[in-house]
Structure formats: C-alpha cells, structure tokens
C-alpha cells in the first residue's frame, strides 16, 4: 500500500474518529486490500470476503492502531488471517461432495492430514508460490476437478498437474523439516 491514499494526517484524522477521514481511509484501502487478498486466499469469494472483513475491521478499530505507519502491515496481517482462517475452516470441514461421509476415511494420507496441527498446516500452505497455493486449495482442499481447476487458473490440464505437484512436494518437504 502505498502513502498516496493513507498520509499521516488523514490516518491521524481518522484515529481521532473523523468520520471522513475513516471513510478516505477505508476507501484508499479497499483496492491493495483486495488485491492482496486474491493473491493469498483460494477463491474469489473468499479474496472478496476477506477483504471486506479487513475493511470492517480498520473501520472499527483504527483507534486502536498504534502507530501510523503500520497501517499497510496491520491490515495485511488482518487479511491473511482470515484467508488462513477460511482455509482451516475447509481443512477441518473436508471435501464437500454427496458421497463424503465423515466417518469413513478417504486415504491413508486424507487420515494424516486430518492429525496433523492446523497451524502448521496453513503456514506451509500459506508459504506456496500464488500458483501452487492456488492450484493445492482449489484441488485438495475444495475438491475442484482438473480440469475445472485448470480452467480457472488459465492453465492447460497438464501444467496445472505440475503445479499440484510441485505444490504437495513443497508441503511434504516443509512439514518434514517442521515436524
């Protein structure tokens, strides 16, 4: 975020409570925000409701904030916690398919994943390239096919493999070395 749309006086003005100085706030916030959000969470819908959770968040708590030049960082913390959060959410719930039924175990390494701390989880997830993290959530976590996948990544079926690839290799790598 840039100090284009969040001078020091206006994030002053808006910690003192000035109504349009927290409207200018939020509102110079809302495309980084979003654009960061849709780097780091799975979808669309969750980039667009993490975002706006963030924005809520600075409208009602801006201040709190201690000093003002965090403001990029405080609200991009906001932001990828609730992109965490939403993956732990999708982690803890499975797949949402008809045939799923919780108390039957879909893999060997379905039952792992299950057991392993969340935390851990989502940092190594979280720690992916864009694409690989984008490709693993939108296929083992939401449970997208290949091909759908694919498509809505602009990849062709088989880069997108690799990508998965690459991406659960990463993941077994980083929660091998962080038991």
Same mark, same amino acid.
């Given at each position: @975020?840039g ?5 020091e006086q206006?994030?002053?003005?808006a910690?003192?409570?000035? =109504?349009?100085?927290?409207s200018a706030?939020v509102?110079?916030?809302h495309?980084?925000v ?5 780097? /780091?969470?799975?979808?669309?819908a969750d980039a667009?409701d ?7 968040t600075l ?7 201690n000093?003002?030049?965090a403001?990029?960082?405080? @609200?991009?913390?906001?932001?990828r916690n609730?992109?965490l959060?939403r993956a732990?959410?999708l982690?803890?719930?499975?797949p949402?398919?008809?045939d799923?039924? =919780?108390?039957i175990?879909?893999s ?5 994943l299950h057991r392993l701390d969340?935390d ?6 979280s720690?992916?390239p864009d694409?690989q993290?984008?490709?693993?959530i939108m296929?083992?976590? /939401? ?5 759908a996948t694919?498509?809505?990544l602009?990849l062709?079926?088989?880069? @997108?493999?690799?990508q998965?690839?690459r991406?659960?290799?990463?993941i077994?790598?980083?929660l091998?070395?962080?038991p």
């Open positions: @975020m100090r284009d749309w969040a001078g206006l994030v002053l003005a910690q003192r409570g000035d =109504p349009e100085a927290i706030v509102q110079g916030a495309p980084h979003r654009r960061f959000a849709q780097h /780091l969470c799975a979808s669309s667009e993490a975002a706006q959770e963030a924005l809520i409208y009602r708590k801006i201040g709190t904030l000093a003002t030049a403001l990029a960082s405080w @609200m991009f913390r906001i932001v609730e992109c959060r732990r959410y982690l803890d719930r499975g949402l398919t008809a799923f039924a =919780p108390e175990v879909a060997a390494e379905d039952e792992v969340a851990q989880l989502t940092q190594a997830i720690a992916l694409l993290r984008r490709v693993l296929r083992d976590v /939401l449970g997208y096919p290949g091909r694919a498509d809505a602009g062709s079926t088989t880069a @997108m493999k690799s998965l690839h991406a659960r290799t990463a077994r790598h980083n091998d070395r962080n």
